[in-house]
């Protein structure tokens, strides 16, 4: 299971820190992604980290101004998330691939990804 919080309002330029806990899984054989669903959009790929090798990759719209990190012990993946503009208001979720079947941030959309509830982000201008 993944569980995401960290999620607030906030005024544009301001900081947050989302945090995604996995239960059940062991996160070195894991690829975790975090998406943004914005307000009449399509989920979009925001930045994603392999636990393994702690390789990271980021959108255009994040890099920059988003880090995404791992706590193994804490089996926790977190998104620090700087310099917050209105366009990055959403519901945030993260999501489990097993690097089975992860070689592309596109491989999230695969069936086989473990999905939480989202936890929401307000930038106001």
């Known amino acids: 299971q993944l569980a995401e919080s960290g999620g607030a309002m906030v005024q544009a330029g301001g900081s947050l820190r989302l945090s995604c806990v996995v239960s059940?899984?062991?996160?070195?054989?894991?690829?975790i992604g975090w998406f943004q669903r914005a307000p009449g959009k399509e989920r979009e790929w925001v930045s994603s980290?392999?636990?393994?090798?702690?390789?990271?990759a980021y959108a255009d719209s994040a890099k920059g101004r988003f880090t995404i990190s791992a706590d193994n012990a804490k089996k926790t993946v977190y998104l620090q998330m700087n310099n917050l503009k209105p366009e990055d208001t959403g519901v945030y979720l993260c999501?489990?691939?097993?690097?089975?079947?992860?070689?592309?941030?596109?491989?999230?959309?695969?069936?086989?990804?473990?999905w939480g509830q989202g936890t929401q982000v307000t930038v106001s201008s």
């Open positions: 980290i392999k636990i393994s090798d702690d390789s990271t």
């Open positions: 999501t489990a691939l097993s690097t089975v079947f992860y070689d592309s941030p596109e491989s999230f959309n695969s069936a086989f990804g473990r």
């Open positions: 059940g899984l062991y996160l070195d054989d894991y690829a």
